[in-house]
């Protein structure tokens, strides 16, 4: 028999169909209009957002695409704050959505206008509205979903990129900022580097992917970034030439047309290794010290050239006979235009080796009778002292330096300059000036057998030195020789630049160079060398004003540089040797101020750094001498006027004081009248510091007027008191001794 449903039963099944139907046809269209809900600006960083906490769920691996229309999704999008874009997931998941962007992870916030969740199915609608203040750029992210209180299960999501383009017509969307870097931590958007160091790419916002760049005008595929870094290797650069190379880059895509803008050009200039000159050095050569150079980065090496000269204290007469041996420099030259490692053999193995610039020490390695290490790019001046003899001693005041002077590459000029009057051997110096009213003269390689050269009443004149170039002054047999190698007079705007040398005749009783009643001269880099004699200065320069000498190096029998009656000298970067002082200020006729000695090496068996002693008649003041080293001196610092002028504002500021000699004082400070003076007012109101003075005295400073000397140390092996007569003002002021007993000798605040 058939059986038959119940009336009831029918009815309930139709409402409970019903029902299913309405459930299924709101859910869809719920999920229909969800695209066009409002969601949240793509920003960083993204405002703080505290969620409630969820259970965890199984580990997921997710997938985010972007897209225009909600239609159709891809791994980046293209698109403008007036049309917005979506971004979904392969995750059904509801919630706040955590982003990583520049590798910092944020939660976007702002619930939806109407539902209190971000992402509703795992879509997200990004409006119009919530870009307003987002952008123009490239925006790489990934995704997940935000789950507090466990550990989040969801991995990061591959990356994608939302291109988010201005809305006027024709403008610039701004593309990657590109960042460089040698190390690793410093970026600019301009290196120097080579093939074997490499270098390090940043892009910000930081992408992962590949990369396109333009160089010289051709675009290729590149390297693959990771989160914004790559590091380019020595692989990477293989066969790549020498030069500058100026990119520019974007993310890479196989589209036909890459919608991604360029962004900015950074410049890798690729050198092999740093480019040396090494000088003739024209002069008896160092058999007992030999050395290398090559790039600090590997390449081929050179021998270096070492130059020997022994000073002898002449005293007053050119009688040698007798003649102490104060110092004996061995001297290397060279010009480059990077870090260059050098090696210096000796004659046998030191137990110790010190090399110094004017404001520091450099770090050497020992290796058997081998003293390695590095020197930065860049002009400078060093010298080293070792525990090894280079030769049999024939006075016990006899001392040893090695020396490097050092040029920038771009002031060696190798080759003359455009428009440059070149002159050969042969050619005469003095004529060719007298006859130029302005303009360059440029001495190539060689030796000029010339001296008496005369530049007066000349503007805008420039003499340039090969450094093969020797001004050499000949040779008179005259007790009363006295010329000039160059005098610069009544004129402005003189420029003596390049690395050569003038050299002064033995005997000479004038000056290597002179200067006087001239405004705006410039000297850089050249030699000025006079053989031992104490009769005239090597450079003097008198009643004149706004001087310059940059990295000029001096040795001689006489004062080294004497600036006199005048005003806005500026001496740097100089290498001062000399038998009598280094630097001397004075005032025959005119005030002497605004001077100032910094970044040099002074070596003076008399004063290194000095005001006085003949004559000081007029004013001085507003004087500096600061940071620097003066090494074998038998005085230091000093202040010894001869005269009626006032000395005052005057400071000695950051200088270390090594090797004293104890000629006939070894003082490292020493103010006092000279003995010949008997004006009583010399230091009236003066005002004189000594900061920063790290010394290691061997007998008592000389301090007969009242100074100031502050934050300094001395450091002394000697069983001395450190000063006496009138007590400086000690302000931070420490003293050491090294296992002997001793005493400051005044009180210290």
């Given at each position: ?403 490097f002077w050092v040029d920038d590459m771009d002031e060696a000029y190798l080759t003359p300059p455009s428009g440059s009057k070149v002159l050969t ?189 003949a004559y000081i008649n007029k004013g001085v003041y507003g004087i500096k001498f600061i940071n620097s080293t003066v090494f074998d001196s038998d ?50 109101g003066s005002n004189i510091v000594f900061e920063k003075i790290d010394a290691y005295p061997i007998k008592q400073s000389t301090t007969k007027h ?44």
């Amino acid at each position: 028999m058939k059986k038959t449903s119940s009336p009831s039963k029918g009815i309930l099944k139709n409402i409970i169909l019903t029902g299913i139907v309405a459930a299924l046809s709101f859910t869809l269209l719920l999920i229909a209009i969800l695209p066009f809900i409002d969601g949240e600006d793509f920003q960083n960083p993204f405002p703080t957002f505290q969620p409630v906490s969820q259970k965890s769920s199984a580990a997921t691996t997710v997938v985010a695409q972007v897209s225009s229309n909600g239609i159709n999704y891809y791994n980046s999008v293209s698109t403008t704050k007036n049309v917005g874009y979506y971004m979904k997931m392969n995750v059904n998941y509801s919630g706040p959505v955590e982003v990583l962007f520049n590798n910092n992870a944020s939660v976007w916030n702002n619930p939806y206008t109407k539902l209190p969740y971000k992402a509703v199915n795992g879509v997200i609608r990004v409006t119009p509205t919530s870009l307003t203040s987002a952008g123009p750029g490239i925006f790489p992210s990934k995704f997940r979903p935000y789950i507090t209180g466990v550990t989040n299960p969801y991995s990061w999501s591959n990356q994608i990129i939302v291109l988010l383009q201005n809305e006027v017509n024709g403008a610039l969307t701004p593309g990657f900022k590109t960042e460089v870097s040698v190390d690793g931590t410093n970026y600019t958007s301009s290196i120097i580097t080579t093939n074997e160091k490499g270098y390090y790419l940043r892009v910000i916002p930081a992408y992962t992917g590949p990369i396109e760049a333009q160089l010289d005008g051709k675009t290729v595929k590149w390297l693959n970034l990771t989160n914004g870094v790559r590091r380019v290797t020595a692989t990477d650069l293989a066969g790549a030439k020498d030069g500058k190379y100026l990119a520019k880059f974007r993310p890479y895509t196989s589209a036909t047309t890459n919608p991604y803008p360029w962004g900015n050009v950074t410049t890798v200039e690729l050198k092999e290794g740093s480019n040396f000159f090494i000088y003739e050095n024209k002069g008896m050569q160092d058999p007992q010290v030999k050395g290398r150079i090559s790039s600090a980065s590997g390449g081929a090496s050179s021998d270096l050239v070492f130059r020997q000269i022994t000073s002898k204290d002449f005293g007053y007469t050119s009688d040698t006979q007798g003649a102490r041996e104060l110092y004996r420099t061995s001297i290397a030259r060279f010009a480059t235009d990077g870090e260059v490692k050098l090696s210096v053999t000796l004659p046998s193995t030191p137990q110790w080796a010190e090399l110094r610039s004017a404001t520091g020490v450099i770090t050497t390695s020992i290796d058997k009778n081998i003293v390695n290490f590095k020197l930065p790019a860049g002009s400078g001046v060093y010298y080293m002292k070792t525990s090894v003899d280079l030769l049999p001693s024939t006075s016990e005041e006899s001392h040893d330096t090695i020396v490097f002077w050092v040029d920038d590459m771009d002031e060696a000029y190798l080759t003359p300059p455009s428009g440059s009057k070149v002159l050969t051997p042969g050619q005469s110096i003095k004529n060719t000036i007298k006859a130029m009213s302005s303009g360059t003269i440029y001495l190539s390689a060689g030796t000029y057998d010339e001296d008496d050269i005369l530049i007066e009443g000349k503007n805008n004149l420039t003499l340039i030195l090969h450094p093969n170039a020797v001004i050499l002054q000949p040779f008179v047999e005259n007790k009363d020789f006295r010329k000039n190698i160059l005098r610069i007079a009544n004129s402005s705007n003189i420029k003596l630049k390049g690395p050569g040398e003038l050299r002064g005749a033995k005997g000479n009783g004038k000056r290597v160079i002179e200067i006087d009643k001239s405004n705006y001269i410039e000297l850089d880099n050249f030699f000025l060398y006079k053989i031992h004699h104490r009769e005239g200065y090597i450079t003097s320069v008198t009643n004149s004003n706004n001087i310059v000498a940059n990295n000029v190096k001096i040795i001689g029998g006489n004062d080294g540089f004497d600036p006199d009656g005048s005003t806005y000298v500026t001496l740097t970067g100089m290498y001062i040797e000399t038998q009598d002082d280094g630097v001397a200020i004075k005032t025959i006729s005119n005030e002497s101020h605004h001077i100032t000695f910094q970044n040099g090496i002074v070596r003076s068996a008399a004063s290194a750094l000095k005001i006085g002693e003949a004559y000081i008649n007029k004013g001085v003041y507003g004087i500096k001498f600061i940071n620097s080293t003066v090494f074998d001196s038998d005085r230091a610092l000093a202040i010894i006027p001869r005269g009626t002028g006032l000395v005052g504002d005057v400071l000695f500021s950051n200088i270390r004081v090594r090797n004293m000699i104890d000629d006939t004082e070894g003082v490292v400070i020493r103010v006092e009248k000279s003995e010949k003076n008997t004006w009583p007012g010399i230091f009236e109101g003066s005002n004189i510091v000594f900061e920063k003075i790290d010394a290691y005295p061997i007998k008592q400073s000389t301090t007969k007027h009242k100074i100031t000397i502050k934050d300094s140390t001395f450091t002394s092996n000697t069983s001395i008191k450190l000063f006496g007569d009138v007590c400086p003002n000690l302000i931070n002021f420490k003293a050491n001794w090294t296992g002997v007993p001793g005493s400051i000798g005044c009180p210290v605040q």
